[in-house]
C-alpha cells in the first residue's frame, strides 16, 4: 500500500473517531433576560440592555455555538450573541434536557445556552453532576460557567454579571 493512500486511511479514521473526542472546553448557561408579560413574550428594554451585555462576557472567544430553546424571550436573548459571532442560533426542546446534554457534549469549543429559570440550575446539574440551586424568578444576573476539567466532568461556578 502506498504511503498516499495509507496516509489517507489515518485521515479518514482520525476524521471518523474526532467526535467521540469533542466534548466543549467551556459552556455558558444563561437565563433568558427580563421579559415582557403575556404567553411567549419578547424582552422588556432592561431585557435587551441585559442580552446585549452578554456579548461582553463571551467576547473574548473567536468562536462559539449557540443554543436557545425556541421562545420570544429566549430567541431575543441569543439574538446579539448570532449577530456577534455571525451564527445562527440552534433551538433545542426545554423539555428535553438529557437530549441537550448529550447534543452539548458532542460539541467542542465555547458553547452558550440560552434558557430558562428552571432549566438552567437543571442543566448545569446534569453537565456537571453537582446538585445546584435553583434560580428564582427575579434572577436575570445569574449565570452558570462551566469548565472542563482533566478527567472529561466539568465543574460548575455560578456567576452574577456586572451590570
Sequence with gaps: MSVLIKSAWIA???MLCNPAFAEPEQLYLFRHSEKQTGN???????????????VSLVKTHPHITLYS????????????LARYFNIKVI???????????????????????IGHSNTTPQLASLLSNQT????????YGHY???????HGSY???LRIMDF
Design 12 to 14: 479518514l479514521l482520525l
Design 40 to 54: 411567549n413574550p419578547f424582552l422588556t428594554e432592561q431585557g435587551q440592555a441585559r442580552a446585549e451585555h452578554l
Design 69 to 80: 430553546s425556541n421562545y420570544n424571550r429566549t430567541l431575543s436573548t441569543a439574538a446579539p
Design 91 to 113: 433551538t433545542y426542546n426545554a423539555a428535553d434536557l438529557t437530549t441537550l446534554k448529550n447534543q452539548l457534549l458532542a460539541q467542542s469549543g465555547v458553547v452558550v445556552v
Design 132 to 139: 445546584i440551586e435553583n434560580m428564582d424568578e427575579g434572577q
Design 144 to 150: 452558570h460557567s462551566l469548565s472542563r476539567l482533566e
Design 155 to 157: 465543574k460548575a461556578n
